[in-house]
């Protein structure tokens, strides 16, 4: 059997070590058009910020494709032939292929303003994205360097694609950014915004709602991120309708223009969301949502035979009904899993796609978050449970529950194990219950004193159930 993936990152890797491991004769071949290397898009920020090298974040040796038997492609997929089961590449060439994976990702959604393909104007998605920033901000890899990439044949992407290599205004300008912007209030965004505070500067940050990444966050724990934000020099726009980017004589960014006046920007980075990487399977039958994801059932499969997709790129069902990508990195992970049982013939509940109750972390400038289960998912009966801790700590709590037990957690200031927490939602606990066992999902060292949760249960000045 051919297994055919497209796309090498964490659900095409992961499938490719399922097969492999299920089946040590199946031929296994993924295509990559952005990386020989799997590595952690997780990371780029680490990257960037020169904290980590670029290998730090591949999480595989570098040997790995000859030492587990998979063959590399390095190849542009842009199309599918569903009749003859081949997939098309770049420059004429069809691969045949008897079960084939689609696991093609994201691509960052292009800036709908004039002035968004100016010199110095970028993404924050791809490891080229990651090239061009470092570029922008420190006039080639950040200073954690690392061994050069092998994939020096991306300088010939063509230019839709979004691994494309791009031209560095710090470079036409001699001088490198000094005044750099951000435009999306996501956690993209937000850690572009770091990159750039860690290098010293103190970028702008553009976001058109009342408060940044209103998905995951309330405006109450956005207040808190705001104000660290400010107190690091990171200039907050809020309710900034961004309505076009002016450039130079030399075609470099020089100006983001909002509808509340005009800034000086001499790098900004566009951070309004992801969106499939799927226009290369326009026309060939496989089957795309309205917003370009690849519809797929429980066991992966698209509607044509022996087509599978996997990640970022794949439609899910939601628990809320809605059928729609998840483009969380372990979400991307278990599906790979899953679709390369499934493809493999596998019907029991191991090739069967649940999804499990979503967790996610990150650290926001420098405050820990953590958030478990459906927060801000607007669910029926849900309430809110809130706690502000202004100790030697400074923290939030929110913890959101309906009559049947708490369904979610969104937790700022401290960090904290998700297992314990997707625990109490899984096992249905009360809110009485999590309360008083939140300590047994506290991951603080011994230096951080413990969270104390005010004793009362009534209303208390320091915490509200809303
Ligand atoms: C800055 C940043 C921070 C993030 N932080 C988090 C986080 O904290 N937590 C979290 O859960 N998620 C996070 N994510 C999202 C997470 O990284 C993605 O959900 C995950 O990496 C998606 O994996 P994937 O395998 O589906 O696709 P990708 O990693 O996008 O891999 C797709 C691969 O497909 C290949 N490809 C695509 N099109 C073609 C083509 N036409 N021909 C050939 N090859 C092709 C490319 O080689 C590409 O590498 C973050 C993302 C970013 C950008």
């Known amino acids: 059997m051919h297994v055919v993936i497209v796309g090498n990152g964490v659900a095409g890797m992961e499938a490719a070590l ?69 997939l098309r590449l770049l420059g004429g060439e069809t691969l045949s292929y008897d079960r084939l994976l689609i696991a093609c990702g994201s691509r960052p959604r292009p800036g709908p303003w004039p002035g968004s ?96 990444w209103p998905m995951a966050i309330d405006a109450a724990e956005a207040g808190w991120i705001t104000e660290r934000m400010r107190a690091h020099g990171v200039h907050v726009h809020l309710e900034h309708e961004v309505e076009r980017l002016e450039g130079d004589a030399h075609g470099n960014v020089a100006r983001v223009v909002t509808d509340r006046g005009s800034y000086d920007a001499d790098c900004a980075v566009i951070a309004i969301g992801v969106v499939p990487n799927t226009a290369w399977l326009s026309g060939s039958g496989v089957a795309l949502d309205h917003g370009g994801g690849v519809i797929v ?43 390369a049982r499934a493809l493999l013939g596998d019907t029991g509940p191991r090739a069967t796609y649940a999804r499990p109750t979503w967790y996610n972390s990150a650290k926001l400038m420098d405050i820990e978050y953590t958030t478990v289960g459906l927060v801000n998912m607007q669910q029926p009966g849900e309430r809110e449970w809130f706690f502000e801790e202004r100790s030697d700590v400074r923290s939030t709590t929110r913890i959101v529950y309906t009559d049947a037990g708490v369904i979610g957690f969104n937790m700022l200031g401290r ?31 011994e230096l951080v004193p413990p969270l104390v949760l005010p004793k009362e249960r009534g209303p208390h000045p320091e915490f509200q159930a809303h």
């Open 297 to 339: 059932d429980a066991q992966q499969r698209t509607n044509v035979p022996n087509v599978y997709a996997a990640g970022d790129c794949a439609s899910v069902r939601w628990v809320t009904g809605a059928q729609r990508p998840e483009q969380l990195w372990y979400t991307g992970r278990d599906q790979g899993r899953v679709a």
């Open 415 to 445: 960090r904290w194990d998700h297992s314990v927490l997707a625990g109490f939602i899984d096992q249905g606990r009360s809110l009485t219950y999590a309360l008083e066992h939140l300590h047994e999902a506290a991951f603080d060292t």
């Open 117 to 212: 393909d100016l010199r110095g104007v970028g993404h924050f998605v791809t490891l080229q994205d990651l090239e061009w920033y470092e570029a922008e901000l420190h006039g080639g890899p950040s200073h954690a360097g690392g061994p050069p990439r092998a994939d020096q044949h991306l300088a010939a992407c063509p230019p839709d694609s979004p691994y494309r290599r791009r031209e560095v205004a710090a470079r036409t300008r001699g001088s490198l950014s000094q005044a750099p912007a951000v435009i999306g209030g996501g956690l993209i965004g937000i850690e572009a915004v770091e990159v750039a505070h860690a290098r010293g500067l103190h970028p702008r940050f553009f976001i058109r709602d009342e408060w940044f």
């Open 18 to 86: 399922t097969v492999r491991a299920l089946d040590p004769h199946a031929k296994v071949t993924l295509v990559s058009e952005e990386s020989d290397h799997f590595f952690s898009r997780t990371a780029l920020m680490w990257v960037a910020s020169g904290q980590m090298s670029h290998r730090d974040i591949e999480p595989l040796e570098r040997d790995a494709y000859p030492r587990r038997g998979l063959e590399r492609l390095r190849a542009r997929a842009v199309g599918v032939d569903v009749e003859r089961s081949g």
